[in-house]
């Protein structure tokens, strides 16, 4: 099996932002009042999902996606299942806290800080997430859904022994749930890496905790 990162990952913080979000994005997000009445709806959807109700501000990251009209229709439509999806909430931001974690990703580990703590991560469990699957204090569950993610990202697989884990627990459709939702936040974190998303106001990136 390949490398696979299970255990504490650290890296300079500061350095990393800097060259993923501090050079300013490499592409202008759309003017909120540019975006079309579909696209605006999709928006509101998603964020609704996550437990936002205000609206009247929507963040660049939406702004810069709006203009592949396609890509980002199916990327707002996939998150809002997701959100919605057999994975309690709480399980889905573990996973995606140590997708963000593992790809370094300044705007999805501090977005997903914040919603993490909404559906019942504490701060310690948020620290723990930075230790990775090895760390002590996790349940047996829920230290396979990191392992999972550190699987998958390093081997592009899950083992049998994790399978196994994660089976006793979970159904069939969970099963098939988590490979596509970890999938989704590794593309998630690329684009965002990649066009170089300013960090929000509230959003301290991958110091957040």
């Given at each position: ?98 997708v963000g974690w593992l ?88 684009v965002q890496n990649t ?15």
């Open positions: 099996m390949a490398t696979v990162e299970t255990g504490a990952i650290t890296y300079d913080i500061a350095a990393r932002q800097a060259r993923v979000v501090a050079d300013g994005p490499r592409i202008a997000p759309l003017k909120q009042a540019e975006m079309d009445v579909e696209a605006l709806a999709l928006c509101i959807a998603i964020r609704e999902s996550v437990g936002v109700r205000e609206h009247s501000v929507i963040p660049e990251y939406m702004l810069t996606m709006v203009k592949h009209p396609e890509i980002f229709r199916c990327q707002m439509e996939m998150g809002t299942v997701l959100f919605q999806g057999r994975i309690p909430a709480r399980e889905r931001e573990l996973a995606v806290l140590r790809t370094r990703a300044p705007y999805e580990w501090g977005q997903h800080v914040q919603i993490a703590k909404r559906y019942g991560l504490s701060d310690a469990e948020v620290e723990r997430v930075t230790q990775g699957s090895a760390a002590h204090g996790w349940s047996t569950h829920d230290a396979a859904i990191l392992r999972g993610v550190e699987e998958l990202i390093g081997d592009h697989a899950l083992s049998n022994e994790t399978w196994s884990t994660l089976a006793a627990t979970w159904d069939e459709a969970q099963l098939i749930e988590f490979p596509m939702m970890v999938g989704q936040y590794v593309a998630t974190a690329f066009l170089r998303i300013r960090l929000e106001n509230n959003n301290p990136g991958l110091a957040a905790r």
